[in-house]
């Protein structure tokens, strides 16, 4: 028993240390979550229940909005699972949805007030489990919004999860996140992260298409990213992507370009621990110009 008190209340301390850090990088703002009955893995229920029929219409509206701009958009895997998540009507039961993803990858939904510490973050994905933020915008944030939040989190990431490629990278993307936080590894990976799993773009035959959750989750950058002459689009390499900086409050400068999941899943697959001791060693390069004879890939 008293073991059982002394962790909990070293996780309390450690929850506290994690929200004050990011309350700090966040503007000095506090986070959106009520993390007060988040356990030590940062889960909470969902309490599906508990969802507004306002937020019910809200989550409707944003669904049909962003749904309607995906054909010729995103990439087609994305298009194909997407009526398998059944999240159109309403805000989808977290349970409900996992049994689906289960039967097919393996994967499940967890539910968590907003964002978790890295660690707790890789070690869900390491599990095979999503962790998805229980709370959805206001009406005034149609468009946009500070921290993730359920739909950005659900609409952008699940559907992906479905497809057996890219979730097996999405496990290997867990485990090497544990790996890389001994290595001194981790900005290089929250970039890999960033500029594949938030904002990737894709070659098809058809023409560049978006997988990025970041892009597919938001009205104004699903068009923007694939027709805008502004951002850089540069064939994909992963010391390139780990030395880009990255902007969080405004759409990319950058876009890197795929050719398939199965490339991304093999060319992060070696060892990482000579590239990160490698990368230490350079300068990390801005996202607003390319370096010297790299190609800008046109938009068609
Ligand atoms: N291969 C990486 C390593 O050894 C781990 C990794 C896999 C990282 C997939 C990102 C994506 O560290
Ligand atoms: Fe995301």
């Not at 010729?72 to 194909?80: M, S, V, W, Y």
């Not at 890295?118 to 009406?139: G, I, K, M, N, S």
């Not at 609409?155 to 090497?176: C, N, Q, S």
């Not at 938030?198 to 978006?210: P, Y």
Request: aromatic residues 12%.
């Amino acid at each position: 028993m008293k073991d059982a008190a002394d962790a909990s209340q070293s996780f309390a301390v450690a929850q506290d240390a994690f929200l004050k850090t990011l309350a700090e990088k966040s503007n000095g703002g506090v986070l959106r979550g009520d993390y007060s009955r988040a356990d030590a893995q940062y889960v909470v229920a969902q309490d599906w229940s508990a969802y507004t029929p306002s937020q019910h219409a809200l989550w409707r509206r944003l669904y049909a909005r962003q749904a309607a701009l995906l054909p010729g958009r995103a990439c087609q895997a994305f298009i194909d699972n997407l009526d398998r998540m059944q999240a159109a009507d309403g805000i989808p039961d977290f349970v409900t949805t996992s049994k689906a993803l289960l039967a097919a990858t393996g994967w499940t939904l967890v539910a968590v007030p907003g964002l978790v510490p890295d660690q707790t973050f890789f070690e869900h994905l390491a599990a095979r489990r999503f962790p998805v933020t229980v709370w959805l915008r206001a009406p005034e944030e149609f468009d946009y919004i500070v921290e993730p939040d359920v739909f950005h989190d659900f609409f952008g990431h699940v559907p992906l999860l479905f497809d057996p490629v890219f979730a097996d990278h999405l496990e290997e993307y867990g485990k090497g996140g544990l790996k890389a936080m001994a290595l001194g590894g981790l900005p290089f990976l929250a970039r890999l992260y960033w500029y594949t799993i938030e904002f990737g773009l894709i070659d098809t035959s058809e023409g560049l298409r978006a997988y990025g959750a970041g892009i597919l989750s938001s009205g104004g950058e699903i068009t923007y990213c694939l027709s805008s002459p502004m951002p850089r689009r540069i064939p994909f390499d992963v010391a390139r992507v780990m030395r880009t900086l990255y902007k969080i409050d405004s759409y990319q400068e950058t876009y890197f370009v795929i050719r398939s999941f199965e490339q991304l899943f093999r060319d992060t697959a070696p060892d990482f621990t000579p590239l990160y001791a490698r990368l230490q060693g350079l300068a990390s390069l801005p996202a607003d110009r390319l370096s010297e004879g790299e190609c800008n890939i046109p938009i068609r």
